[in-house]
Nanobody, 123 residues
């Protein structure tokens, strides 16, 4: 499956942003989807994940209550609604697809990765 992430940008603290990730090539609903991020000098971390059918989600503690992951299987797209953004949310955000897991926040279980979209939050 090919993944294309887009919708990042430069925002101010407190603002919102909603990057998207479009999938193609395989049956989208067969894949759990996740968002990860990597800031300069830091390791990649899980942000959020969503079940194949969209029925359950998981979030990292750092974004819980501020970010919402969702998917539209008819449009082969996963979204990450980011509200009340903070400078520490600045990172490259990657979407990923996992075939062997129903839902997971563990990067090694993901088989396909998008190219990343830059999100920068100014204070």
């Amino acid at each position: 499956v090919q993944l294309q992430a887009f919708g990042g940008g430069l925002v101010q603290a407190g603002d919102s942003l909603r990057p998207s990730c479009a999938a193609s090539g395989r049956t989208f609903s067969n894949y759990a989807m996740g968002w990860f991020r990597q800031a300069p000098g830091k390791e990649r971390e899980s942000v959020a994940a969503i079940h194949r059918n969209g029925g359950s989600t998981v979030y990292s503690d750092s974004v819980k209550g501020r970010f919402t992951i969702s998917r539209d299987n008819a449009k082969n797209t996963v979204y990450l609604q980011m509200n009340s953004m903070k400078p520490e949310d600045t990172a490259v955000y990657y979407c990923a697809a996992s075939y062997n897991r129903l839902i997971s926040s563990t990067a090694r279980y993901y088989d396909y990765w998008g190219q990343g979209t830059q999100v920068t939050v100014s204070s």
